[in-house]
């Protein structure tokens, strides 16, 4: 990873959040669905106070419709119209980006009038006309990375989106399905992902998700939520994708992966550590490469200048000659 973000990394801005580059490393975080408009707007107050007091670039999530749910009596959201205009309010509030998912192409013109970043999730992250259309946007474009698919996959899913001329893509690594009810991550995702040039996030809480494990539901393993997420940050992830909850237990959705919301500022303060000394060794390599590409230019200039120096001496040499 350090190698493509050296060359060719792409960066641009989520609203006030600079994404990719040498960037800080940035969050994307709230709750998984819109459980009501106060507890939403809840949670996008404190992760702003949280964003702001730790320095976090932060962006907002939340889902105003869970369409992929185990079961069809579990709770998906408020629905399109209503959810969006809880984002647009939890927006105008706390001044932080939107991210949100679409599930169809009818989705995608009304969620970009309001959000900053279209999320296609990873169950349909092949779909065509999807990717297409939220390409079409303008919006910045999370691609979640099926679980189903292999790193270097990711490349053709790409290119369905930058074909319509937007190259504002983020690419997550959410887990990849091993065996039934299980997923694990691989941490070669992150540098094969890398090398196509665009950010790169981790979605942890996800990752620690135990699919349909609940029987009508998912369920988690959160006490590996921070290991993982340190190890995300130091092989050298542009952002963390984190699902917070102030009581999972009560959570109407992924609640069994989320992160208690009083762990996360600790967390942050860890990872910010983590993720500073790595980019300062990935701006010393750079700053490095660039000395070493430099040195023969700069050792033929200085050599070109000793010649030029030594010019007039030589002519004085053979004046003093030809007088003897």
Known sequence: MTEAKAESRRSFAIG?????????????AGPCVIESEAHAAMLADRLAVISTELGVPLIFKASYDKANRSSSASYRGPGLAEGLRILAAIKKRTGLPIL?????????????EVADVLQIPAFLSRQTDLLVAAGRSGRVVNIKKGQFLSPWDIENVIEKVAGTGNEKIVLTERGTSFGYQNLVVDMRAFPIMGKFGYPVVFDVTHSVQLPGGGGKSSGGQPEFIEPLARAGTAIGADGIFLEVHENPAKALSDGTNALPLDQLRPLLLRLTQIAALVR???????SHASDVASAPASAAASAAAAAEKGRPQEAERRTWRARQ
Do not use: C, M, N, R
């Open 16 to 28: 006030k959040v600079s994404a990719g580059g040498q960037a800080p490393l940035f969050v994307i």
């Open 100 to 112: 949100t998912d679409v599930h169809d192409v009818a989705q995608v013109g009304p969620a970009s």
């Open 280 to 286: 300062g060794w990935e701006a010393a390599e750079t």
